[in-house]
């Protein structure tokens, strides 16, 4: 069984651009959420795709949003690149939308310049 | 808002020490429960969960949490710790409501250091 995985490891980037994270999700998942883990804290919930469409989001800006594809992988897509956006982004998968476990990625670690 | 506090952000103990890590949150519904543990160099994995029935919980490698509804808490125990304990150990909960989705609730953590 694959866990799930996350590219790249790391990514340096300066204000004001955008960038991709990318995510597949263990075999048999069909939901992914990304969170955002910044220096020091707990992982914060940005939103979560099920079945390509998102599917709850939290207190994040219009600029963070994603893509889930057939297969159930899934992009996290961050525009206008602010210093605070440096942190860990994790992406975690599960087999259902509500309560199921959520299986956590190893992370993409966003430096912004 | 809906919020997970753990009490302790850094633990140091000695091998064979007992262990607990407080963990409170705020949501008056139904949670599902939960301690994620990050060793250095790893990603976050599962050390146990609590969705329903007995509130006693055993997860891996020997750690426990006690579900007390009334307190809103969700306590990690270990009897005895290891040196390969030492990680940081995060609570998160899943406030369950008609939105349907997935959301966990993390809080800040705690970095458990354990002495040979």
């Known amino acids: 069984e694959t866990g799930v995985t996350q590219s790249p490891t790391h990514l340096i980037k300066t204000r004001g651009q955008q960038v991709t994270l990318r995510c597949s999700s263990q075999?048999?998942?069909?939901?992914v959420s990304w969170y955002q883990q910044a220096l020091g804290q707990g992982p914060q919930f940005i939103f979560q795709y099920y079945r390509e469409e998102e599917n709850g989001r939290g207190n994040f800006p219009p600029r963070f949003s994603g893509l889930q594809f057939p297969n159930y992988s899934s992009e996290l897509n961050v525009n206008a690149l602010e210093l605070d956006d440096s942190a860990l982004y994790l992406c975690a998968s599960s087999s259902g939308r509500a309560q199921e476990t959520q299986y956590f990625g190893p992370g993409t670690r966003l430096l912004v310049l | 808002a809906q919020s997970v506090s753990q009490h302790n952000h850094h633990v140091i103990l000695s091998e064979a020490a007992s262990l607990e890590l407080g963990c409170n949150y705020s949501?008056?519904?139904?949670?599902?429960l939960f301690w994620y543990v990050q060793y250095p160099g790893q990603h976050l994995q599962l050390l146990l969960k609590?969705?329903?029935?007995?509130?006693l919980v055993k997860g891996i490698k020997g750690f426990e949490a006690e579900f007390i509804k009334s307190k809103f808490s969700f306590n990690l125990r270990k009897p005895s710790v290891q040196w390969s304990d030492t990680a940081e150990y995060f609570c998160a909960v899943n406030p369950l409501f008609s939105g349907g989705y997935n959301k966990l609730i993390f809080g800040a953590g705690t970095r458990l250091a354990v002495h040979p």
């Open positions: 949501y008056g519904g139904t949670v599902n």
């Open positions: 075999s048999g998942h069909n939901t």
């Open positions: 609590y969705f329903s029935g007995d509130p």
